[in-house]
């Protein structure tokens, strides 16, 4: 089972959030780091765009099963079998 990563939002900010996160993927946003010997740095860490989609769906799906249907998630596609 899925793990929600947004506990306690609602449907409306979710559903902005997946809209801002499918506008990211359609126009095909990059991060970019440049680092020079002169500058100190930061680790960013940031979800791929089609992993926040997933998790903005299977959020929404809690909440609204009828519309955000579990077939809007991607499905587990591979698995390995274990012998003992």
Known sequence: MP???FIGKS???LE???ASAQ???ASGKTTTSITTSDLSTAKVIESD???RI???LYALYLLDPI???LTNI???TRTKAVFS
Do not use: F
């Open 54 to 56: 997933e998790r903005l």
């Open 67 to 69: 519309n955000y249907p």
């Open 16 to 18: 902005e959030q997946l």
């Open 11 to 13: 449907q409306s900010w």
């Open 74 to 76: 991607r499905r587990v």
């Open 3 to 5: 793990l929600n990563y």
């Open 23 to 25: 506008a990211d993927a």
């Open 49 to 51: 765009v089609s992993t």
